[in-house]
Nanobody
Framework: QVQVVESGGGLVQEGGSLRLSCAVS????????MGWFRQYPGKEREFVAA????????YAVDSVKDRFTISRDNTKNTVYLQMTSLKPEDTAVYYC???????????????????WGQGTQVTVSS
């Protein structure tokens, strides 16, 4: 499990942009596939996007793949989620998490995560 602190959320108008950051502590960050997730009130947390150890491979769910970009800086132990063309339905609490020594496709498997950060609230007004 990784220890994370998410930041960068806020209130933005529809069509606006935000960049979320996820600072990861501990060793082996450069061997950890990372992902972003979001949770709507009263709903289960859901996968949004993932990136491989090196950053060479990434993917996102269909609803955001043309608007959100996941990236990472292994020198700063940080993962980012650049969000553009935001919609009211993107309003949620956003979390990051990761899996050490895992394939990027494993990041979206939700049941294996036991620890989560506090998340960062994103609110998109119409």
């Amino acid at each position: 499990q990784v220890q994370v602190v998410e930041s960068g959320g806020g209130l933005v108008q529809e069509g606006g942009s935000l960049r979320l950051s996820c600072a990861v502590s501990g060793r082996d960050f450069s061997s950890t596939a990372m992902g972003w997730f979001r949770q709507y009130p009263g709903k289960e947390r859901e996968f949004v996007a993932a990136i491989s150890w090196s950053g060479g491979s990434s993917y996102a769910v269909d609803s955001v793949k043309d608007r959100f970009t996941i990236s990472r800086d292994n020198t700063k132990n940080t993962v980012y989620l650049q969000m553009t063309s935001l919609k009211p339905e993107d309003t949620a609490v956003y979390y990051c998490n990761g899996k050490k020594y895992a394939m990027v496709t494993a990041v979206q498997v939700m049941g294996e995560y036991t620890n989560w950060g506090q998340g960062t609230q994103v609110t998109v007004s119409s």
